[in-house]
């Protein structure tokens, strides 16, 4: 064998696979899902020339709330399946919402917060990702009331 060789013919087989897997997907995207709080469907809006997909929810003051969001990857003709995300942020008002600790570490293809509502009336959590170098923003409009 040729010095290197082993190396070369290593790397070639990661980016086969690489490429294999960026083939076979057609898309990539992100599924918000929430706990302690009733989501809408998402609903694609733009704003300030960028897309983004807008959820609105009902929470209550006290009560934790938890925001999922999970990798997908759109395969041609398939069903989605979970996949890894390369990057994830949640951002929120910090006035009106107040960030918790996660209860359990979640799997890789999730980036979830936990938040508690401190204050009556709207308020905004934004996600942005990316994931098989497709950058995807979320919003999630949150109606809070009082509790009863």
């Given at each position: 064998m040729l010095p290197g060789s082993?190396?070369?013919?290593?790397?070639?087989?990661?980016?086969?696979?690489?490429?294999?897997?960026?083939?076979?997907?057609?898309?990539?995207?992100?599924?918000?899902?929430?706990?302690?709080?009733s989501l809408s469907e998402g609903k694609d809006v733009e704003e300030g020339g960028k897309e983004l997909q807008r959820f609105l929810g009902k929470a209550i003051v006290g009560k934790p709330l938890t925001l999922v969001a999970q990798g997908m990857i759109l395969p041609r003709g398939g069903v989605p399946v979970a996949g890894e995300p390369e990057a994830g942020v949640w951002s929120f008002d910090e006035k009106q919402l107040k960030k918790l600790a996660l209860a359990a570490a979640a799997d890789k293809t999730k980036i979830v917060i936990r938040l508690e509502p401190l204050v009556a009336g709207p308020a905004r959590v934004r996600f942005a990702g990316k994931i098989l170098g497709y950058e995807r923003a979320f919003e999630v409009s949150i109606d809070v009331a009082e509790a009863k």
């Open positions: 082993t190396t070369r013919t290593a790397l070639a087989i990661v980016f086969l696979l690489a490429s294999v897997t960026a083939a076979w997907a057609s898309g990539a995207t992100f599924a918000i899902t929430g706990v302690g709080i």
